[in-house]
Each structure stands twice: as C-alpha cells, then as structure tokens.
C-alpha cells in the first residue's frame, strides 16, 4: 500500500470532561445517562445525527430481550425506564410475549418514538451531547486512555477525559489505542453477516394470518402464538419457506436468505423486513462496507419485489424506508480481562463479579451461509457477564461496552442483543463514575461496590 506523510498539527481541546463516551447506541446512551446520573460531567459523541444506534439507524428492531421468563425480568434500570418512555409516547406496547418462541419476550418500539425517547432520558440525565462527529483517534498517556480526538464540521477537536468508554459496537477506539482485539469466529475469522433492513407499510396482517393457519408447517410460531394468532399483539413471520424457495427456483430471488422474516410494529400494516444477507464483508473496511451496501440494496429491491407479487398480504404493501445503514452484527471484539465463553451463556452462569445480565439464545446467522441456528439455554436461565469483559487487557482509563465485549463468537451471538448491551452501558457508566469519584482506574474498582451501586439504581446484576 502506497502512503502520504501528513503534517504536525495543533488540536484545539473542544472539551474536558469526566466521562467521554463514544458512540451513541444501546450501550452508549447508556453508559452516558448513567454516568451524568451518578453526578460525574458526562458527555456522549456519536457519528450520526440521531441516538439510538442500530435500531434507529440500521432498523433492528424490536429489542429483545429484557426477560428470562415471563416473570423475572433481567434487564432494568436505564432500559426499562426507555421503554416506559417509548410507551409514554405512544411508540410502542412494552414487552409482549415472543410469538416465534426464541425469547420470552420482545419489545417492539416505533423507530421514531425511540429516537425521541432516548434524546429526552439523554437530555434529561444532565449528559452533553456531541452530534455528527466521528470519533478517530485516542489521546494516550502511556497507556492510560485519556479522552479522543473527533473530526466534524469545526474541523479535529481533541475532548479530554477521566475514564472514556468505548461504545462504538467495533471497538474503533480500542483498537485504535493499540488494545487486543478479535474479529469473527475462532475458526476462520469470518464475522455473522450483514442486514440491510427495512420497512413496509399496507400489509394485510388478516391476509398473512389466514396463510398461516393454511400452511402451518411453513412457520416457526411459538404454540402459544399459533392459538392466539388473531389477538396477538405484535406478529412475527419466520416462515413462507416454500414461496421462498419457489421464487428462488425460478431465479426471481437471489438464495441470500431461506425465509421470509419480519416484525410487525405498533403501527397497523407496518412491518420491519429482516430479509436480506450479506456475507464475508467487513464492517470495519470502508470500501467493503460500501460494496456491502450496495448488495444490500439490490437485495431488498428483489425481497421487496418477491413480497409484493408472491406473499399474501403484501400485494398493496409498499416500502416505506430502507435503513439509513446496513445493519453489522459483529466486527471486532476487544480482548478482556475477563472473557464471556460460550459455555458461561448456555450454562446460565451468574458469577460474583457479574455487572449486566442476558437471556437470548446464542442467535447464529451463518457466515458463509443463508441459514440461522440457535442454541438456547434452559428455560428461564440467564447469564451474567463479568465486569473484566469490559476492560481491555493492556490498558488503562477505558472501558468497552455494547457489542464489542470480550467474548467469544459464540457468546457475542447472544450478548450483542440490545437489552444486554444497554445493561452493558449502564454498567460501564456508573464504573465509569464511580472510577472518577474514588480516583481509580476502572480496573481497580470493587466490582462489590460496582454492582451494590447498579442494584441500588435498578440495575440486575
Ligand atoms: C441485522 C441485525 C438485526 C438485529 N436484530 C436485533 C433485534 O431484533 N433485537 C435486538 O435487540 N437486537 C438486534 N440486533 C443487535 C443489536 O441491534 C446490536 O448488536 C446493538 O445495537 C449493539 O449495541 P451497541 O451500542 O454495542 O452498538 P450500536 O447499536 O452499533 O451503536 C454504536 C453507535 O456508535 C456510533 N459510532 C460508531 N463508530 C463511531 C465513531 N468512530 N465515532 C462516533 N460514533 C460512532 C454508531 O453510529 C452507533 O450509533 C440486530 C443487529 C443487526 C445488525
């Protein structure tokens, strides 16, 4: 590769803060929210020009999952009271049975309402807020992190920090720091594929149930949901396998995916497809990136096409809106402390120093193909994730939270779910806090203390 030398230059300082999060997703707002509650000066940087990260931007929704069963909830505290606010603003039922019967619950939300929602606890936490700048490089001393530079429309800024918590889903910080990182799967390196989502509005829900309880045998349906089809709250499709792969014979429809798969949301007639797959790209290169999108386009265009012409219901359904971004499930992760293994995930593990819990099934779309497995846990279990997971092996002043924990493929296929990651950012924000008000690196707090402060705000540990 050819290379350019560019000149020294001077940074202005824009900011110097206590806590300086990066990135402004599930696990970012909040780390930052947290963070301003517990009384440290927070502020929250992110690239786009809206909060929420992939379920706003990339439109994967709804979250699941906040329980282990229907009656022990195992995510609270910042995200529980999120979706109270997402209710409040009339974006969404709260949590509702899982009609395919991967979770014991989902919890749809308007996309619109969530990015309101999650503005307003932002605002209202005390938290700054930085839009519209990507965050490129970190500020060293030694190997202490100690706050980021930004490029933006002023320009590079240098923002100056305590503790920075890294929650840009790739570890962009982090690795750019120089910490340890993996990427994809311990075998060959490749990462789950890609997902270019997006909406429909016009479906005939009445149409679709009615095809259901024709074919049954082409749907995966919780049996719960297959006796209540007509007053579920939310429908889910996983299923119309056999239309799939008659479209697919026939050459109107690429073999990126085997189903057809989608979410109603709030809204009658809209839906959120989950259609499209993009495998062996990287979310970290910008030109795979880049040819990524564009894959995921053309796909949609075909899904959209095959929808409206070949599945009932779908016949005056319109799309409505492709994800402002692709959707990346997994990129790099960062080497921990601590490390989430697959067998802490299926063994429902919960240790001593256990900051945020999760309950979804480790949820595999191949890499290298168009197929999906999961593996569960026992019925009601959950696993809690330790706090070393959040800390990067050699460094100082940085915490990592969200998707690019220390975990591994396996484990990351659950833990990437976004309840998990805002009880993830929760965590790492009041550490974050608690690490300026004791004058110690995160790495030497009392996780005791840690998780006593998270159960004291509502947090599961
Ligand atoms: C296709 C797909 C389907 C999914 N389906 C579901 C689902 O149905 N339910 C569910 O609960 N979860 C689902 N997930 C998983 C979940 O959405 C993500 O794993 C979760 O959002 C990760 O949270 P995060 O905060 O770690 O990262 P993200 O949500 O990715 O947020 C990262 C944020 O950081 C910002 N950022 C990134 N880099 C920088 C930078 N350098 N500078 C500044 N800002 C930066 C981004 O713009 C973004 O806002 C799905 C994911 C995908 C891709």
């Not at 889910?236 to 008659?246: C, E, I, M, N, T």
């Not at 092996?393 to 915490?399: A, D, P, S, T, W």
């Amino acid at each position: 590769m050819d290379f350019v030398t560019e000149p020294k230059r001077r940074t202005p300082v824009a900011a110097d803060v206590d806590v300086l999060v990066c990135g402004g997703g599930p696990a970012g707002y909040c780390a930052a929210i947290a963070a301003a509650e517990e009384g440290a000066g927070a502020l929250l940087v992110e690239r786009g020009s809206f909060l929420g990260g992939s379920a706003t931007q990339a439109l994967v929704l709804p979250l699941m999952t906040f329980h282990a069963s229907p009656s022990e909830q195992i995510v609270r505290g910042v995200g529980q009271r999120l979706v109270e606010e997402v209710m409040r603003l009339g974006g969404g039922p709260g949590h509702v049975p899982d009609p395919l019967g991967c979770a014991a619950t989902i919890t749809p939300a308007d996309p619109e309402a969530l990015k309101q929602a999650v503005l307003g606890l932002t605002a209202r936490s005390g938290a700054r807020l930085l839009l519209q700048s990507s965050v490129v490089a970190p500020l060293l001393s030694g190997r202490r992190v100690c706050g980021a530079i930004v490029e933006n429309k002023s320009g590079r800024q240098a923002l100056r920090a305590k503790v920075v918590v890294d929650a840009t889903g790739d570890a962009d910080l982090a690795f750019r720091a120089k910490a340890p990182c993996v990427y994809g799967r311990e075998s060959d390196a490749l990462a789950q594929p890609m997902t270019l989502m997006f909406r429909m509005s016009g479906v005939d829900g009445a149409a679709v149930r009615a095809a259901i309880r024709e074919n049954p045998d082409d749907f995966v349906l919780s049996p719960e949901a297959r006796r209540d089809l007509d007053s579920l709250p939310i429908l889910a499709v996983s299923g119309f396998f056999s239309l799939v792969r008659k479209a697919q014979a026939e050459g109107r429809l690429g073999d990126f995916r085997d189903r057809v798969l989608y979410f109603e949301l709030p809204r009658a007639g809209e839906v959120i497809v989950n259609m499209t797959r993009v495998l062996r790209r990287s979310g970290v290169d910008a030109a795979q990136l880049t040819a990524a999108s564009l894959e995921g386009y053309e796909q949609a265009r075909q899904a959209e096409e095959f929808l409206r012409r070949d599945v009932p219901g779908f016949s005056r359904a319109r799309l409505v809106e492709l994800a402002s971004q692709i959707g990346v499930r997994e990129t790099r992760r960062i080497v921990g402390r601590a490390t989430l293994g697959t067998d802490d995930v299926l063994e429902g593990r919960l240790p001593a120093d256990g900051v945020a819990r999760g309950a979804f099934p480790i949820d595999l779309h191949s890499p290298d193909g168009s197929g999906l497995t999961l593996k569960r846990m026992k019925p009601g279990a959950s696993y809690s994730i330790p706090y070393g997971c959040l800390l990067p092996k050699n460094l100082e002043g940085l915490l990592v939270a969200g998707r690019a924990i220390s975990a591994s493929h396996e484990a990351a296929a659950s833990a990437r779910l976004s309840p998990t990651c805002m009880a993830l950012g929760e965590a790492a924000g009041v550490a974050a806090a608690l690490s300026c008000a004791r004058k110690l690196p995160p790495s030497k707090l009392k996780v005791a203390e840690l998780r006593r402060r998270l159960l004291e705000r509502g947090a599961v540990v």
